[in-house]
């Protein structure tokens, strides 16, 4: 069954002039320098709040509402959102390579929106790209087959000069796809693997979300977990799976531990990598994933461990050990990754420029920029002279990060395996290899700094 539209559809005149008051605000000025974003250096100290973990949910069957709500934050603190089905984040949903997900998404804001289901293999009319935005009160239904392997994706929307807005007040959540593979490995289950949506907010002066953007992206004053406030996790002595989502706007977290014992890495946006890595420091920017293991055996009970961005010198989370757990181990091999061969046949270059352009060019939502033929591995070559950071998302496929020159010079083990986002700094040329090959059809490619990409550093192409 296609996805198709239920509720009134939304014409292009009717999206603009929706929008039309965000576009005239970005024009205007309304992107000037924002007041009072000086950081605490450690927000998170005093009370600490349990750390709220979403409802999960089989996507066969799932209504999913995006509505303004009244969400808890901890310690007795709640504040109006944007939340898809009440919860923020969203309903972590669960499934396997081979099921099926149908999901009807009811839009109970005011905006149009869409959901698009990141890191997903969709074809168009299941990926929320902006030209299938619903407005008030209509509904979508989504039908796909989860070609998937096992890996962390998420869901957001994706409405085009809305996303930033959207996703700041809440709507995002977890989609996690299991299989075979990932089950012959005995990772830590059940209570022992953790999801973790990292983002950051701010509040006005009543104390509920707000939204504020400027063009360098929303960075907000105070982080949140899971939309807990000063969270806290009662842990054993053993080894838990973490599962982290970058689901902010605009901030890069480098996460640590802060007695100083390794994270170590068993996966990223595509799902398993080959082999463990231990690394003392992990950089995560907005819509990448990691999939970590903790170990926390031979810790004292009552022993107190943070996990830390050390950008912003931010307490995140604070674990309590307790009692001895149950026997997990950490695996050395993890999965089998067959590499993209190259030479490619084509190599494209994309240049972000500036704050809203790919290639010299705004987004335009009925432009297609370029055609990719379908099953054919080709290199993509990202470029930028300034204004970055850009994260840097492909819709409709993986791909393997090749070099980088520039900048940093250098990749990342978080940068190994399969990925859909790949962080762009300044001045640095990153080179992947891309195959389209589960559908063909319209697609997007952006910057997933979201104030970027509403501002229009964003590009149709065509897989045929």
């Not at 929706?18 to 205007?28: K, L, N, Q």
């Not at 700094?425 to 952006?446: I, K, N, Q, S």
């Amino acid at each position: 069954m296609a996805s198709q539209h239920i509720g009134p559809p939304l014409s292009r005149r009717a999206f603009l002039g929706a929008v039309g008051g965000s576009a005239a605000w970005f024009a205007t000025g309304g992107l000037g320098a924002l007041a009072g974003t000086t950081l605490a250096a450690k927000p998170g100290g005093g009370t600490r709040n349990p750390l709220y973990l979403p409802p999960t949910v089989s996507p066969a069957g799932l209504g999913l509402t995006a509505a303004a709500g009244t969400v808890p934050l901890g310690g007795g603190k709640t504040s109006t959102a944007w939340v898809y089905n009440g919860s923020l984040p969203g309903p972590t949903i669960v499934a396997r390579t081979g099921d099926r997900a149908t999901i009807a998404l009811t839009n109970g804001l005011a905006q149009p929106t869409t959901t698009h289901w990141h890191g997903m293999l969709v074809d168009h009319g299941n990926d929320g790209h902006p030209m299938e935005a619903i407005g008030p009160g209509g509904t979508y239904a989504y039908d796909f087959p989860i070609l998937n392997r096992a890996a962390l994706n998420w869901y957001h929307p994706h409405p085009h000069m809305l996303t930033g807005e959207q996703v700041a007040m809440g709507l995002a959540g977890a989609f996690i796809v299991r299989d075979a593979v990932e089950d012959a490995l005995g990772l830590p289950g059940g209570a022992y693997e953790i999801p973790l949506v990292l983002r950051d907010t701010r509040f006005d002066p009543a104390g509920n979300m707000q939204y504020k953007p400027r063009s360098g992206g929303f960075e907000g004053p105070i982080p949140l977990i899971n939309g807990t406030l000063n969270p806290k996790l009662d842990v054993l002595q053993t080894i838990y799976r973490f599962r982290a989502l970058g689901g902010s706007n605009a901030r890069i977290f480098r996460l640590a531990l802060g007695n100083g014992r390794p994270l170590y890495l068993i996966g990223n946006d595509g799902g398993l990598l080959a082999s463990t890595v231990q690394e003392s420091q992990i950089d995560l920017a907005p819509g990448e994933r990691l999939d970590l293991l903790v170990d926390f055996r031979g810790l004292a009970n009552g022993t107190k461990v943070t996990l830390r961005d050390l950008r912003a010198g931010w307490d995140l989370l604070e674990f309590n050990v307790g009692d001895p757990g149950p026997s997990f181990t950490i695996p050395t091999t993890l999965s089998t990754i067959t590499p993209l061969a190259g030479p490619s046949a084509v190599t494209r270059r994309f240049s972000f420029d500036g704050m809203t352009k790919i290639n010299g060019r705004e987004y335009d939502m009925e432009r297609i920029d370029f055609s990719v033929p379908f099953g054919t591995i080709e290199r993509w070559r990202f470029t930028t002279s300034g204004n970055a950071p850009h994260p840097v998302h492909v819709h409709g496929a993986s791909f393997q990060v090749v070099s980088r020159s520039g900048g940093r010079g250098r990749t990342y083990s978080w940068e190994q395996g399969w990925k859909d986002t790949v962080l762009l700094e300044d001045r640095e040329t990153v080179d992947v290899f891309v195959r389209f090959d589960a559908y063909r059809g319209v697609y997007l490619m952006h910057c997933h700094k979201l104030e970027h990409e509403d501002m229009g550093m964003m590009s149709n192409f065509e897989v045929i």
